[in-house]
């Protein structure tokens, strides 16, 4: 009996794998790039047709997921999970295009079908607080407050009927302030086909992944429609992560980092005073050797065996001048560009890859040798705030166009608290030192104003920047003070204000692609004024009494008559007097003790 | 003849000097008005100048200002705004309407103080009445009051109102109800509370009727003037409805005030406790604090019957420091209202503490705030004590002001008690 399950189950992984095979791939790209770093992009993608998906077959394509996206209506899903800042100064243009990106934090957009707004955001919180359960993250936080509905920088990537176009809803959330780590990866891994256990994927770690630079989980769904073939819905999922080469080296067991004897000192040698007996350290040394086990803390293991096996699993971009070793069973394939190699590995076999140290003194060559030169990204972009103190202050973006030919229009969004109360009359765009007229830089604006405790701002600028010059993005803006209940418990480290979101038109109108390339800012950190959160009886009591002596007061002069000081019923005349007669009696009872009292009660009661 | 033609030079010249006062500090100190206007003292969320402003760039643009939590002032300000010429380009036209807003506040404060309704009231004639300021003096109190010149260059849109309330007071005592009512019903349009300044407006009007047309009923002189106020109002609220393009704009002037919901610092009591004040109780204290705000009208109108102008000074003093956003333009118009009663300064107790307190509050009220929100050396308790004492030292002068009054119509009944030391049974 158990010979024959087995051999039934034998058979149907069989027949799953066949089917398969050509459904799902991945793919880790390795990428030096400048400063002694390495970019790491993983890439797995799975399909599957519509009409299995509609019969809950769901084959490769996570359960889980596909569940939740049927239970909320959702036709396309885009979700981020970023960490740290990725440098363009120096690492050039972002993986993709920036296309699989994310601010800071969560990031959540997608179309849901629906026929109402209603509907919809009643689907949105469904899929919101299905996510949240599902990735661990806190997702079911994304509410009214934290969810626009953007109008000009999203459109969707895969082909939908135009039928359901119409009720398509684009919601989009953000959490800046959530903290990417382990717990969301897990669940991350266990929606690939081997779960993080073979392929690229186990090579995946927390304890390396949240130690990068920079780092982009991402996970897209979305309906493909091939010419001529069925409609498929693919899940994309990319994790793509810069990691420092010396820092990952660090043995695991002794993370500390000590300092080096003199002999092993790197020293800047292009520093005038660099001699035998001076050294100036470098933050980096270039040509540094390193591997994968090095690099990541192990080497793949095995092959994912459902993976399509004409995509090379392992790919490098490094010049072809430098040298690789590869493990055995794997086959090298030089890409006729002469930039990048891919190696394609036996099934059932392990792979490593080690990369010698480059033997050369001179910087300029060895950096030709050991990587790729990065591509200049088509806009830098950093934004930050301006002003002082907690009452008021500006946010300024530095849009920069390196292109000395080309001018670049995007759309900038921005999806702010609503306790930053924005003044849009303050909005400016002016490029840097030029004064005079010019043709305005600002296109068009969306602008959604924030409504007190309901909703975010959300601020949609289509605009450009010319060749070869520096935009700087201006406006104003208030910090209001909240109700002490709405601070969190570290009120004064400030609230988390998400990335700017940056999205650079293709300049054909009539491109297939509605974005050439995305970006992020920064997310920024705003303090606001915080009031005594220890005291809040004592300011009830105390306004109380500020109250109560004007009602008190006021009253009591409207309500009593007038006498002259000697007139009235006598009922013990003056304040002055009274009190008078209490210290007299005071005093008495202390100096004759108990039998005076008592005299002095009999003589009342007299 | 002469005497009124030299009162008439005198008067423009006390005008021509606090419009020069006025236009100097703008165009001298270009910096000055942007900085007032940022002032928690004098900006208030429903009337800041930097709000309109933004209202104004939004309405310009299609977009409704009342869907978005910045501005929260009446709609008729629009399009009045909008009809004069761009702010960013040409200031200078805005600083005239501010400056003329003023202006016409003062003249209103001289037919009062002329008319010497404050000294002697249809039912009631003080007898130290003669010692009184002429309408020069005590507009020129107001105009050169510091509080109503730094509302005036931080244009504050609060100065509209005052000047609505100032001639609502200015037609009663002329014997004007119906004017007086339509001015009434515009500041109650821009800023709500001086609705409660109806009842003791109504008793003014009624006492002050001309003789040749007075209506002797009570009850017909006060449906007829409450229904001229319903109709004004009910006006300006269809103007604005089909201005905006529906209602959303009453929730969010009127719906504002009454639920506090923006708590920017001011220099009233209510913003600190609302933002202490725990959630479950947040609704009943707002209706106390509201209720509190109501229940001086019926007292005051009631014991002070007999001097109707004297119940609308001392609640625009207890306004201006128990409404939910007050400002320093508030006290201004009620320190304005003060002089008026020159004649019964000798009776109060207390003016040099209060002088001390207001003197005090003034200085310490700026540095501790920028200690809180700037230095960072400081918390908001600062801010908040200097709040408190402001508002007690106000109260502290609406009550000597009080006694002071009906210590005064005591002493017509009792001559003999004058300078005598009394007491309250």
Partial sequence: MRQLFSLFLALLSAASLSSAASDYHEQLVLRPLPLSTLLAS?????????????AHNFDLFPRSLAQILQHAGTRELHLRFSLGRWDAQSWGARPWDGAREGGTGVELWAWLEAETDEEADQKWRTLTNALSGLFCASLNFIDGTRTTRPVMSFQPEGDHPNATMENMHLLYGVLPHEVVCTENLTPFLKLLPCKGKAGVASLLDGHKLFDASWQSMAIDIRPVCPSGGECVLEIEQTIDMVLDIERSKRPRDNPIPRPVPDHELKCDSSKPYHSHGTCFPTDYSAGQDWSLSQIFGKSIKETCPLTDPSIPPVCLQVPESRSVYASQGSTEKKNPDRMSRCFEIEPETGFEMILPRIETEDPAKSAAVELVKPETPLLYAERSFTGHGQERGGVQTILRNPSLDTEVEFIYMESLPWFMRIYLHTIEARIEGHFGEQEPLIKEVYYRPAVDRARGTQLEVRMRVPPASTVFLTYDFEKSILRYTEYPPDANRGFDVAAAVITILNPEKNGTR??????RTTSLLCSLPTPDFSMPYNVIIFTSTAIALAFGGMFNILVRRFVAADEGPEMGSTIKEKLGRRIKKLIEKLVKGKTAEKTAAVETKG | MDGSKVTLGRTAGLYAGAAVLRLALFTLFPGLPDLLTGRVEISTPVTSFKRLQEGLFLYNHNVSPYDGGVYHQAPLLLPLFSLLPSFATLPIFTYLLYIAVDLASASALIKIADSGEAGSSALFTSPRRQKRWSGFIVAAVFL?????????IGRSTSVFTTAAILHAIAKAVAGAPFSAMVAISFASYLSMYPLLLLPPLLLLCYDRQPTSRAVKSGYQFATTNIGVVIAVLGALFQMSYFMTGSWEFLPSTYGVQLT???????????????????DSFRSFFLAVFWLHLSCYVGGLSIRIRRQPLVVLTLLLGLFAIFKPYPSISDASLFLAMVPLYRHVFPLMRYTFVIAAVIMYTTFLGP?????????????????????LVWGLGLSLLVCDLTFAVLRDEWEVERPEMVGKDIRQI
């Avoid at chain 2, 506090?260 to 001011?266: E, I, R």
């Fill in chain 1, 514 to 519: 509605f974005a050439v390339y995305n970006m």
């Fill in chain 1, 42 to 54: 993983f890439n797995f993608r799975s399909n599957i047709t519509l009409s299995s998906f509609e």
């Fill in chain 2, 144 to 152: 050169f009051n510091p509080f109503t010149v730094a509302t005036c």
């Fill in chain 2, 367 to 387: 540095a501790f705030y920028h200690l809180w929100i700037y230095a960072g050396s400081g918390n908001a308790n600062f801010f908040y004590a200097i709040t």
């Fill in chain 2, 260 to 278: 506090l919901s923006d708590l920017t610092p001011n220099i009233g009591l209510w913003w600190y406790f609302f933002i202490e004040m725990f």
